[in-house]
C-alpha cells in the first residue's frame, strides 16, 4: 500500500467513525432501536449492529451510504419542520389512557411479573412504551413482525434491541446470551406487537421469562389475548396465561385522551373540538386524529397559525375520512 492509499483509508475510516458518532448520539437522543433504524435504512439487523460495532468484516461503502441517506432525510424532515413547512408534533402529553398502560409497565417492572395490554391500533401503546423506556431505566422494547416465524428470529430480535451485537444463530444459545444480559437488572422487556408471534414463540418468551426474572409485558391488538385463551390452545397456553399477573384491556380513547391531544396541539375552537372528537371515536383512534391534524396545518393558509373547524373538515376529506 502506497502512502498516498494508506491516508486515504485512514481519511475513510475518520469519516466512517465520525458517521457512527453521530448515528449512535441520533439513536440515543430520539429513541430509535436498531430494528427500527435497520428498517428505515434498508439494512439487515445483523449488518448495522455489526457496523455500529466496527466489526463488520466486508465492505462498508453501501452501509455508510445508506446511513448517510437515513441521516439526510432526519435533518430534512427537522428542517421542514423547523421552517413551519410540515407542522411539527407537539410533545408527548400524559393521557388517561397513557397513564393506565404506564402503571402496568410498572407493575411488571417492579413486580418482576408478566403483564399483557392488548385492544385497538392508535390508542398510544407503542407511544407510552417509547416514552416510558426514556424516563427508565433497563426498559427493552422489542417489536415483532410477521417475519418473525420462528422462536431463532424471536430471539435475535430480542438480543439485538437488548444490546447483543452479534448474537448466537441457534434458538438455545440466544435464549442464554438474552438472559446473561438482562437478569439481576430489576428490567422490563416489552414485546410489541406481539399478535405476530405464533404459539411456540410466545411459550419460549415464557420461558425466557422464567430464566431471566425480569418483568415482561405483551402488547398487542385484540388476537394476542385470544391466542392465549382460546378453544383447544387453551391447555396448551396454561402454564403461560398463568403467569399473567396484570390485563389491561383497551377498546377505545379514555375520556380526557381526545381533549388532552387538543389542547397539546392548541386547537381551541368549539366547532374545531367537536369535529376532533367525532374522528377520535372513529378506526385509528389518537392516531389517526393526529395525522388529521398534521394535515390540518399543512392546509393553513398564510399568515393563519390557528387550526379551525374548516381545515379539520379539509384535513379529514384529504385523506379519505366520511364524518
Known amino acids: 500500500m502506497t502512502i498516498a492509499q494508506n491516508g486515504t483509508e485512514e481519511k475513510r475510516d475518520t469519516q466512517e467513525n465520525a458517521l457512527r458518532e453521530v448515528i449512535s448520539l441520533e439513536m440515543h437522543n430520539s429513541g430509535i432501536t436498531q430494528t427500527r433504524l435497520a428498517r428505515e435504512a434498508g439494512l439487515t439487523i445483523s449488518r448495522l449492529s455489526q457496523w455500529l460495532s466496527g466489526t463488520y468484516p466486508g465492505k462498508t461503502a453501501d ?6 441517506d437515513w441521516l439526510k432525510g432526519i435533518e430534512e424532515r427537522r428542517a421542514e419542520c423547523a421552517s413551519g413547512l410540515i407542522p411539527a408534533a407537539p410533545d408527548w402529553k400524559p393521557t388517561p389512557t397513557g397513564e393506565s398502560i404506564r402503571a402496568a409497565f410498572k407493575y411488571a417492572q417492579h413486580m418482576a411479573d408478566m403483564a399483557i395490554i392488548y385492544g385497538g391500533a392508535g390508542l398510544g401503546k407503542t407511544m407510552t412504551a417509547r416514552r416510558y423506556q426514556e424516563d427508565t431505566p433497563n426498559v427493552w422494547i422489542s417489536t415483532m413482525t410477521p417475519s418473525v416465524m420462528s422462536v431463532s428470529a424471536c430471539f435475535e430480535s430480542v438480543a439485538y434491541d437488548v444490546g447483543i451485537a452479534n448474537p448466537p444463530a441457534s434458538a438455545s444459545r440466544a435464549e442464554k446470551a438474552i438472559v446473561a444480559r438482562i437478569q439481576k437488572t430489576n428490567g422490563l422487556l416489552i414485546i410489541d406487537e406481539a399478535q405476530h408471534l405464533s404459539v411456540t414463540c410466545l411459550d419460549a418468551l415464557r420461558g425466557l421469562y ?12 385484540e388476537s394476542v389475548y385470544a391466542q392465549l385463551t382460546g378453544g383447544s390452545r387453551k391447555a396448551h397456553f396454561a402454564q403461560l396465561f398463568s403467569r399473567i399477573g396484570r390485563q389491561l384491556r383497551l377498546t377505545a380513547p379514555a375520556n380526557g385522551d381526545i381533549d388532552t391531544l387538543l389542547d397539546a396541539w392548541g386547537i ?3 366547532k374545531a373540538r367537536a369535529l376532533c372528537r367525532k374522528i377520535g371515536t372513529k378506526a385509528g383512534a389518537l392516531r389517526g386524529l393526529a395525522k388529521v391534524l398534521r394535515m390540518a396545518g399543512l392546509l393553513l393558509e398564510e399568515g393563519v397559525n390557528v387550526i379551525g373547524a374548516e381545515h379539520v373538515e379539509a384535513a379529514w376529506a384529504e385523506i379519505g375520512g366520511v364524518i
Open 63 to 68: 452501509i455508510v451510504r445508506k446511513l448517510s
Open 210 to 221: 422464567d430464566a431471566s426474572g425480569v418483568g415482561l409485558v405483551l402488547m398487542g391488538n
Open 268 to 270: 381551541t375552537d368549539a
